[in-house]
Structure formats: C-alpha cells, structure tokens
C-alpha cells in the first residue's frame, strides 16, 4: 500500500506522527516481547489462559507488523527531510508554499494513526496480562499451584478484560456507585 504527501494537513498529521513516534514504537516493542516471553509459561503451567493469549499474541503480532510498515513510512519520509520540513514551513505559512515534495509513505497518515490507536489498545490489553501471569507467578512462588493461583487471580482481577473486582462487586459497579453518591445529590436539585 502507498500513500504520497499531497496537503499541508497530511505532512502536518505526519509531523506529529514523526515526533512521537519512536518512543511510542519502542514502549510497543518492549511490551510485545514481554508478551512473547511469557509463552513457555502459559502452556506449561496454564493451559486454560491459552486460547486468551494466543488471540492476544495474533493481534499484537498483527499490529506489530503494521508498526513497522509505519517505521518504513517514517524512515521514507525522513530521508526527504529537507524538502518535507520545507514544505510544511511553507504549508503553515513561514515561507512560499514552493513544490509539492514527492515523498512517499506506506501508509497514510490517518492509517498510520488508526494503526497507533489500536496499538494503544493492545497495550492496555498486554498490560493487563502482564499483571496476570506475574500475580499467577507470585501465588505460586507462595507454595499455590498454577489452578490455585489462576482461581485467585481471577478472585482479584476477574476475568480477562473484565473490570476486576472488589470484595465480589465489579470496580464498574464501584464506580458507578461513587459517581451517584457524589453526583446524585447535585443531579437531584437540578432536577427540581
């Protein structure tokens, strides 16, 4: 897939995309291949968060792939940096708007954020899994067995993708308790 830099909004949306970039790349990378070490463990010791993190692994790896096509991107348009930097000066009006550069991408822009985005997502989802498997790895160094560590685990976080839980009720429940306490009374005169 090919997209060229044609308008002062896409060069604009991938000078942003440029800027903060690496070190979003870099967080993804770090925690994919904490994902990807944790394989051996989970077939080994829990068999019932398998199919949890296989689906988890297929996506990240999905993703990861597109990152790099946006890598690609990025590194495309920086060997045009001169004649990119030059015309967006000239797109937000610090010089003549000159030439349009020829300055290919992968992807487009609005792709390439779409992309981060479900990156981001993903992150949150490896982040959970992350608390999971070293919780689970905690409980077993305690003397639990991997099904009694996995039952605690879900005692505490509840299960994959679910708010977690407090002292059985769900932190949504919890929070859309709080959220009536406090706003209630306010809501209440409001309405009178």
Same mark, same amino acid.
Do not use: C
């Given at each position: 897939?090919?997209?060229?830099?044609?308008?002062?909004?896409?060069?604009?949306?991938?000078?942003?995309?440029?800027?903060?970039?690496?070190?979003?790349?870099?967080?993804?990378?770090?925690?994919?291949?904490?994902?990807?070490?944790?394989?051996?463990?989970?077939? &080994?010791?829990?068999?019932?968060?398998?199919?949890?993190?296989?689906?988890?692994?297929?996506?990240?790896?999905?993703?990861?792939?597109?990152?790099?096509?946006?890598?690609?991107?990025?590194?495309?348009?920086?060997?045009?940096?001169?004649?990119?930097?030059?015309?967006?000066?000239?797109?937000?009006?610090?010089?003549?708007?000159?030439?349009?550069?020829?300055?290919?991408?992968?992807?487009?822009?609005?792709?390439?954020?779409?992309?981060?985005?479900?990156?981001?997502?993903? *992150?949150?989802?490896?982040?959970?899994?992350?608390?999971?498997?070293?919780?689970?790895?905690?409980?077993?160094?305690?003397?639990? &067995?991997?099904?009694?560590?996995?039952?605690?685990?879900?005692?505490? *976080?509840?299960?994959?993708?679910?708010?977690? &839980?407090?002292?059985?009720?769900?932190?949504?429940?919890?929070?859309?308790?709080?959220?009536?306490?406090?706003?209630?009374?306010? *809501?209440?005169?409001?309405?009178?």
């Amino acid at each position: 897939m090919t997209a060229q830099i044609t308008s002062p909004q896409e060069a604009q949306e991938w000078y942003k995309i440029i800027t903060d970039f690496p070190g979003f790349f870099t967080n993804y990378q770090n925690n994919y291949n904490g994902l990807v070490s944790q394989g051996n463990y989970i077939y &080994t010791q829990h068999p019932e968060w398998k199919a949890d993190y296989d689906t988890l692994l297929n996506k990240s790896t999905d993703t990861y792939n597109k990152l790099f096509s946006i890598n690609d991107s990025i590194n495309s348009i920086k060997n045009n940096w001169s004649d990119f930097t030059g015309w967006l000066s000239g797109a937000v009006g610090l010089s003549d708007l000159g030439i349009l550069p020829l300055i290919w991408a992968g992807v487009s822009a609005a792709a390439a954020a779409a992309i981060i985005y479900e990156a981001g997502q993903l *992150l949150s989802e490896m982040a959970d899994r992350a608390a999971r498997y070293n919780m689970a790895k905690d409980y077993e160094a305690k003397g639990m &067995t991997p099904a009694q560590a996995a039952e605690q685990v879900k005692g505490v *976080l509840g299960a994959p993708g679910s708010a977690g &839980t407090f002292l059985g009720v769900s932190y949504t429940v919890w929070a859309i308790g709080a959220a009536a306490i406090l706003l209630g009374p306010m *809501l209440l005169k409001r309405l009178k």
